[in-house]
C-alpha cells in the first residue's frame, strides 16, 4: 500500500528558555523541548486523508445480493473520506532568530517544556546567534509566606507583558528530504581522522535530526578536545537535509591548501609521540609484584597498566619513582563490578598529586580498605601532569619507574617498631642550627657562618634553600592545605587547579548543580553518585552507566538499601523462570528467592528408603525438582505396611483379605526358600541371600534343601514387623546399580544416605545430574 502523505502547516512564537533551567534535560545536538499544547497543535494541524476502498464495508448489515443496499452503500462512500491525526516522522522544525535573521532546522526531544517557552541545545544557541546573557530566566520567584491567598491585579498596565517578556524565536514545522552526501570543513588545522571519525558518526547518529547548511558542527573528543566542522554542502540541495533513517555519505575536506598541508604535518609529527615511540608515551600492560617497570609519558598522557593479583591480607604498597622531580601523577582505581572505568585525574578512587619528596610518590593501601571489596584487579596509571591555558612542553618524555608491593603490618616480626625515633650521630658530630645538619665539632664554626651567610630554612617544611636561588623564590606553601608546597610556578599552578578551582562534572553538564571546588571531589562524584559511572551490570554483563537522580533521596536510599543501581533495578524488573521451583521471579529477587530455598533445604526431613537391602529407591518416590513423597501425594504409594516400595512388594501382593499377616507371611517364607534354593537365575544379582547371587560372589550356598533352609529364614519371618531390620529380597540391575552408587556419595560425608538414594531414583541413575539434584534439594551434613 502506498504511503499516506501527511500534510503540516504550523508555526508559532516562543521565548527561549534559560539554559541553567534545562540542565537535567542534557540536550544534545539539534534536539528542541515544546510545550505540551504545541503537540495539541500540532495534532489539529496535521491530517492525513485516504478515501475508503470500495470493497470495504463498514455496515453491519450490508448484503451485496441486496440492489437497493449495493446502491446505498455507494452513494454513502462517495460523500465518504476518512481523515486521520498523524504527525510525520521524523518530525522537523525551522527556527528562525527575527532580530538577526539567523535560521536553523531542528529535531524534536521532547513536549515537556513550559508553556510558552521553547528550550534549545547549545548547537542552536550558538547557530541562532543567542547567548546565554540576551535571555531572561523567567523562573517564578519563590514563594512567600502570606496570611491569605495570592492577589494579582490583571488591571495594572504591562501585566501581560510581564508575563509574556522574554527573547523570542519563531518555530516552524518543516520537513526535509532525506540526505544522501554532505560535505564537511574542519574549522582548524591538525584534525586527525583517527579521532573524530567514530565519533562523528555516533554523535549524528543519537543526537541529530537534521544538517542546516553553513552552521557549527561540534564532536567532542575523548580527551576533552572540541573539533568543529562547517557544513558546507549538502545533497539534495537546499538549506537543510534530513539525517534519520537514510544511508549518509560524509565527505571532509580542508577550507584550503595551507591548511590541508598543516593538517598532514601535525598528523605526521603526532605518529612521531605516538604511543608506543621513542618520542611518545609507554604503553601500558600488566605488572607483577615486586618487579620494577620502567617507562616514560608526554605531557597530558596517561599510561595504564594493571596488577591483577597480590597478597591481599597484607598492605600494598604503590611506588612511582620520577626522574628529575618531572611533575607526574599517579592514579589508581580498583576494577569491580561497582568501577570499571581507568583512572583519570577527574575519576579515581586514590591519587597522589602532591610534589615528589626525593622523586618517590607512594600510596600505600591497606587490607580492610573497603574501596577493595569484589576488586578484580587495580588499575594503576601513571598521568603526565598537565594545566589548560598553561605553558608546558610536550615533547619531552617524562621517565619513571613503577613498582608494587607488599609491605608488612607495622610492629610484626619482618616490620619490627622503631623506638629509637631519631637518627643516629657520632660523638665528635654536632648539629648545625640553621640547616640541622650533623657536622664535625671541629668545623661547626666556619659551617654555621657559611650555612648562615647563604642559606635559608623554610620554617614550616624545614627545607633548606639558596638565598639567591629561583627555587627559595618560587617556594610556596597552601594556607588550607598545609601538607601541600612546592618549590616551581608550574607546582603552585598545579595546586591551584586540582585543590582551589571550580569543577564541572564533564557528564551531568556545566550548567548542572554538580560543580565542585577541587578536582578531587569531583573525582569523588564521577566514582560515586554520578549517572555516567559505568559499571558492569549484574542483569544484562555490560558495562552501562549506573543512571539514577543523585538529588533524589528515595532513588538514592533505595540504592544503598538493595545494594542495585538505578540501571540495575529497571534491568533487573525482568522475569524469569526459577531454575529450582519453575516459578516466574524478577531477575533483582532471584537472590533472595534462592536464599529462602536454601533456608526451606535446612528444615527438610530425609525421605524413608525402601526397606530391600539391595533396593535404590525411596518409599513414597521423589521427583525433579525435590519434591518428596510425590509418588504417595499422586495416589502411588507403596500399599504396605512392610516398608517396602511398590515394586519390591508386587510380587508380595494378592487381593485377599488377609487381617492377621498369616498368608503374608507365608508368601514371604516362599520367596525367601525359593532364593535360597533355586536362586533368581539373575547375572548381575549381588544378594547373599539368594543361590545366584551367591554363586556370583563366589560364596557358598547357604541351604539347597528345604529342610537346610527353613532354620535360616525362620529368623528373618520373625522380624518382619521390626522396620529397623532389613529384608533380602533379589531386586532389578538398574536399582542395585543406584543403590552402589548412592553408597559411594554418602561415604563422601557430604550428604545423608537416604538423600543420595532420592537423588539418584530422581535422575535414573545419572550421577553428575545426582549430585546437582542434591545441590539443589538436599541438606548437607552439619552445614557443610
Not at 572 to 586: D, E, F, K, M, S
Not at 722 to 736: G, L, N, T, Y
Amino acid at each position: 500500500m502506498a504511503e499516506q502523505q501527511v500534510y503540516l502547516n504550523w508555526s508559532a512564537p516562543f521565548n527561549v528558555a534559560h539554559p541553567s533551567r534545562i540542565a537535567s534535560k542534557d540536550l544534545q545536538g539539534d534536539k528542541i523541548l515544546l510545550p505540551q499544547s504545541a503537540l495539541e497543535q500540532l495534532l489539529s494541524a496535521s491530517t492525513t486523508t485516504s478515501t475508503t476502498p470500495l470493497n470495504s464495508h463498514t455496515f453491519t448489515a450490508f448484503d451485496p445480493y441486496n440492489p437497493y443496499s449495493v446502491a446505498a452503500a455507494r452513494r454513502e462512500r462517495s460523500n465518504f473520506r476518512e481523515t486521520t491525526q498523524q504527525l510525520p516522522h521524523p518530525l522537523m522544525f525551522q527556527l528562525v532568530n527575527q532580530k538577526n535573521g539567523n535560521s536553523v532546522f531542528a529535531g524534536i526531544r521532547e513536549f515537556s517544556a513550559n508553556e510558552g517557552e521553547v528550550a534549545l541545545s547549545p548547537y542552536l544557541l550558538e547557530a541562532l546567534g543567542i547567548h546565554e546573557d540576551d535571555i531572561k530566566d523567567a523562573s517564578p520567584p519563590a514563594a512567600t509566606q502570606t496570611d491569605g491567598p495570592e492577589v494579582i491585579d490583571l488591571t495594572e498596565d504591562g501585566a501581560t507583558n510581564q508575563i509574556t517578556e522574554g527573547y523570542r524565536i519563531t518555530v516552524k514545522a518543516k520537513q526535509l528530504p532525506k540526505g544522501t552526501y554532505v560535505r564537511l570543513r574542519p574549522l582548524e588545522a591538525g584534525y586527525n581522522p583517527d579521532d573524530w571519525k567514530s565519533l562523528l558518526e555516533r554523535q549524528l547518529r543519537a543526537s541529530y535530526t537534521t544538517l542546516t547548511k553553513d552552521s557549527i558542527l561540534s564532536v567532542k573528543g575523548v580527551k576533552g578536545e572540541e573539533f568543529r566542522f562547517l557544513v558546507d554542502k549538502s545533497q539534495p540541495e537546499g538549506n537543510g537535509i534530513c539525517v534519520v533513517d537514510t544511508d549518509l555519505e560524509v565527505d571532509i575536506e580542508p577550507l584550503n591548501e595551507e591548511q590541508a598541508r598543516e593538517t598532514l604535518r601535525q598528523i605526521a609529527e603526532k605518529a612521531q609521540r605516538a604511543p608506543g615511540t621513542e618520542a611518545g608515551s609507554s604503553v601500558g600492560h600488566e605488572i607483577d609484584i615486586w618487579k620494577d617497570v620502567h617507562g616514560q609519558v608526554l605531557e597530558g598522557d596517561y599510561v595504564d597498566y594493571t596488577l591483577p593479583s597480590w597478597d591481599r591480607s597484607r598492605p600494598l604498597a604503590i611506588e612511582l619513582s620520577i626522574e628529575d622531580d618531572q611533575e607526574v601523577d599517579l592514579l589508581i582505581s580498583p576494577k569491580s563490578n561497582r568501577q570499571r572505568a581507568l583512572p583519570r585525574d577527574s575519576e579515581h578512587i586514590f591519587a597522589e598529586f602532591s610534589s615528589t619528596k626525593d622523586g618517590v610518590k607512594r600510596i600505600v593501601i591497606q587490607p580492610p580498605n573497603v574501596e577493595l571489596e569484589g576488586a578484580e584487579s587495580l588499575l594503576i596509571t601513571v598521568y603526565g601532569s598537565s594545566i589548560p591555558d598553561h605553558p608546558g612542553s610536550i615533547t619531552v618524555p617524562r621517565r619513571f619507574t613503577l613498582r608494587a608491593k607488599a609491605e608488612e603490618t607495622q610492629g610484626s616480626a619482618a616490620a619490627p617498631v622503631d623506638l629509637a625515633g631519631s637518627p643516629s650521630k657520632n660523638a665528635d658530630e654536632e648539629q648545625c642550627k640553621n640547616c640541622l645538619q650533623f657536622v664535625p665539632k671541629r668545623t661547626i664554626v666556619l659551617h654555621e657562618n657559611f650555612c648562615l651567610r647563604n642559606n635559608i630554612v623554610c620554617p614550616q617544611c624545614k627545607n633548606v634553600f639558596k638565598k639567591s636561588s629561583e627555587d627559595w623564590a618560587a617556594h610556596w606553601h597552601c594556607p588550607t592545605h598545609p601538607e601541600a608546597y612546592g618549590s616551581t610556578p608550574f607546582s603552585k599552578a598545579k595546586h591551584d587547579y586540582i585543590q582551589h578551582t571550580t569543577h564541572a562534572c564533564p557528564s551531568c553538564g556545566p550548567t548542572s548543580p554538580f560543580s565542585f571546588p577541587s578536582l578531587t571531589e569531583l573525582a569523588r562524584h564521577r566514582t560515586t553518585v554520578c549517572p555516567s559511572k559505568l559499571i558492569l551490570c549484574q542483569f544484562c554483563h555490560l558495562e552501562v552507566p549506573q543512571e539514577g537522580d543523585p538529588l533524589d533521596p528515595a532513588s538514592e536510599a533505595e540504592t544503598v538499601i538493595s545494594g542495585l543501581t538505578a540501571h540495575e533495578r529497571a534491568d533487573g524488573a525482568r522475569t524469569t523462570n526459577c531454575h529450582l521451583c519453575g516459578g516466574i521471579v524478577r531477575l533483582r529477587d532471584m537472590a533472595a528467592h534462592v536464599t529462602h530455598h536454601e533456608l526451606d533445604k535446612v528444615s527438610r526431613s530425609k525421605p524413608e528408603i525402601c526397606r530391600d537391602e539391595l533396593c535404590g529407591r525411596t518409599l513414597h518416590g521423589v521427583g525433579p525438582r525435590g519434591q518428596i513423597n510425590g509418588g504417595t501425594r499422586m495416589g502411588q504409594g507403596p500399599g504396605n505396611e512392610l516398608g517396602l516400595c511398590s515394586l519390591c512388594f508386587s510380587p508380595l501382593y494378592v487381593s485377599m483379605h488377609d487381617p492377621e499377616g498369616k498368608a503374608l507371611r507365608r508368601r514371604i517364607e516362599r520367596r525367601y526358600l525359593a532364593q535360597l534354593m533355586t536362586g533368581c537365575g539373575k547375572k548381575w544379582c549381588q544378594n547373599e541371600w539368594c543361590k545366584t547371587g551367591r554363586a556370583n560372589q563366589g560364596l557358598e550356598p547357604l541351604g539347597s534343601s528345604a529342610a537346610a533352609a527353613l532354620p535360616l529364614v525362620k529368623p528373618l519371618l520373625e522380624d518382619i514387623r521390626d522396620h529397623s531390620k532389613s529384608m533380602h529380597f533379589c531386586v532389578d540391575e538398574a536399582s542395585q546399580r543406584r543403590k552402589k552408587t548412592a553408597d559411594m556419595l554418602a561415604a563422601e560425608a557430604v550428604w545423608e544416605r537416604e538423600w543420595c538414594i532420592a537423588a539418584l531414583e530422581a535422575e535414573g541413575g545419572d550421577l553428575a545430574r545426582a549430585r546437582a539434584w542434591l545441590n539443589n534439594w538436599a541438606p548437607t551434613k552439619f552445614g557443610k
